[in-house]
């Protein structure tokens, strides 16, 4: 299997924050990252009740797009997120499965009311993405609040975690990685 | 820790905290009463009465060094010497009421004075000292879990007051109607003990502890939705008087058990809900209303994995 990751935006997102994203896989994580051309408004998955997007929809659509020549398929949209019993997500993933989605949506500063901050946001993202990634080659959640696979129910726990696996999810992490490169496209 | 050391060195109560009995009396130096004043059941008073007991024997066979370590007297004892007119009352003490000099060399279990007083704020609810979010389920600081989702909390005078907790609260959503038990029944812990009712839908529910009802929530008969917006104060379903309290609450989850009991169930819970995908999902807390979200799901699943029954 290639070392290749595949990021897609769905609706508009950033340039920059794609771009983030990309650095961050291959700085993090020794792997290469491609763009997909991109996805429309998934308003498909729009919730009139809820006013948000279900995130289990858009993840079934990514299963379907998903490339077969790529290790994992993140999709990045600046919808807001939800999954039934949830107010709402910032992130879901398949556990030891190819795709991931990730909202941006809660990650700007801006949407509690506070300034703009692009350092802050682009933290926020890394973080975020490199959680949901984990969740694709296996890892579950983490006790220790500062590695990057706790779970975030709200922002601060985002902020609060380091853009890291702690120790043993470093292991696990590089353990599923190596037994994935293995396998046959 | 350092800040206690701190507070101990300065003989500062932080608020909502109160003196012990024993700190109260000069027997100690630094104590904080951690069981709402339910001497008769505190396992610290207990201990302290012992070792008064065995400095006395000692102070007989080896006076010099029982002498040193100065627990000769219990707090009673202690607050004996005082000037009559400077024997607070253990309720003034703990500021329930204003000035109350104690009439009867502490003797509260023959006092009328603490009858009145025991049967006043059985029926008031103590306010929650500290909440705290765990996976976006509220816990209240101090109180006992139950694996069936309600918790149990000691107060004065050895009642066990109970309640659902927030998860329960929230899965079964707005609640129709509490049919609690009646006065004088004897519940035991695991077992069920009332039920709820939604929109046909029947739940039981297990007591946490073993006892016998003494007080019910009348309050909950016509608004029972009090166990929504209130679930660990206004909201609370019962009183027992406890048979087994020692041992039961070995049997509940407390502080930070706790904590990791709610994450494992706010897990659960997910991967239930949506159990069609193989997904981990990050995010904000539950819904208000579990039960609405997941209507024309096999509720009753739900029930016997959460409520245990
Ligand atoms: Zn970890
Ligand atoms: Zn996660």
């Avoid at chain 1, 470093?170 to 490169?181: A, I, M, P, Q, Y």
């Avoid at chain 2, 000769?72 to 309720?91: G, I």
């Avoid at chain 2, 006992?144 to 907790?165: C, K, M, N, Q, S």
Wanted: glycine share 6%; proline share 4%; charged share 30%.
């Amino acid at each position: 299997m290639s070392r290749c990751i595949t990021i897609c935006p769905i609706g508009s997102v950033e340039k920059g924050i794609l771009e983030h994203i990309s650095e961050c896989i291959s700085f993090r994580c020794n792997l290469t990252c491609r763009f997909f051309t991109g996805m429309d408004n998934p308003k498909y998955a729009y919730n009139e009740i809820r006013c948000q997007y279900d995130s289990k929809l858009i993840l079934r659509h990514l299963l379907r797009e998903c490339p077969h020549d790529t290790l994992k398929f993140i999709g990045v949209t600046s919808v807001d997120l939800y999954v039934p019993i949830l107010q709402f997500v910032f992130g879901l993933a398949q556990i030891e499965g190819k795709c991931s989605i990730v909202s941006l949506r809660r990650l700007y500063p801006q949407f509690y009311n506070q300034l703009p901050d692009p350092d802050l946001l682009l933290k926020r993202v890394e973080k975020t993405v490199l959680h949901e990634l984990g969740h694709t080659f296996g890892i579950i959640h983490c006790r220790d609040r500062r590695c990057v696979m706790y779970s975030s129910t709200r922002i601060e726990d985002t902020d609060f975690k380091q853009p890291a696996f702690c120790p043993t999810c470093s292991e696990l992490f590089k353990w599923h990685l190596d037994k994935s490169l293995q396998q046959d496209p | 820790m350092g800040a206690r050391k701190k507070r101990e060195s300065m003989k500062i109560v932080p608020p909502g905290k109160k003196k012990c009995v024993w700190m109260e009396a000069g027997v100690v130096s630094y104590k904080l009463c951690d069981h709402n004043y339910d001497c008769s059941t505190c396992v610290y008073d207990h201990g302290m009465q012992d070792k008064v007991a065995r400095h006395k024997e000692k102070l007989i066979t080896q006076p010099i060094a029982a002498a040193k370590d100065k627990l000769t007297e219990t707090w009673v004892e202690k607050m004996m010497q005082l000037p009559a007119n400077r024997r607070k009352c253990r309720y003034m003490i703990t500021g329930e009421v204003g000035r109350k000099i104690c009439p009867s060399a502490y003797e509260c279990g023959t006092c009328s004075f603490d009858q009145m007083m025991q049967e006043r704020m059985q029926a008031e609810i103590l306010p929650v000292h500290a909440r705290s979010q765990e996976s976006g389920f509220e816990l209240a600081e101090d109180f006992y879990y139950h694996e069936g989702h309600t918790w149990a909390r000691p107060e004065y005078g050895g009642r066990v007051r109970v309640g659902l907790d927030d998860f329960a609260q929230k899965l079964i959503g707005k609640l129709g109607r509490i049919e609690l038990p009646n006065v004088g029944q004897v519940l035991k812990q695991g077992e069920v003990g009332f039920q709820i009712r939604r929109n046909g839908e029947v739940a039981q529910v297990l007591s946490p502890i073993d006892g016998i009802v003494a007080h019910v929530n009348d309050k909950l008969k016509d608004q029972p939705d009090l166990a929504n917006e209130s679930c660990y104060e206004t909201g609370w379903l019962f009183a027992v008087e406890p048979t087994r309290l020692r041992k039961n609450l070995k049997g509940l989850y407390y502080r930070e058990e706790a904590r990791n009991f709610i994450n494992e169930e706010r897990e659960k819970l997910f991967n239930l809900a949506n159990d069609d995908l193989q997904v981990a999902a990050d995010g904000g807390s539950s819904v208000e209303d579990i039960f609405k979200e997941i209507e024309g799901e096999n509720w009753a699943r739900f029930v016997k994995t959460f409520l245990r029954t």
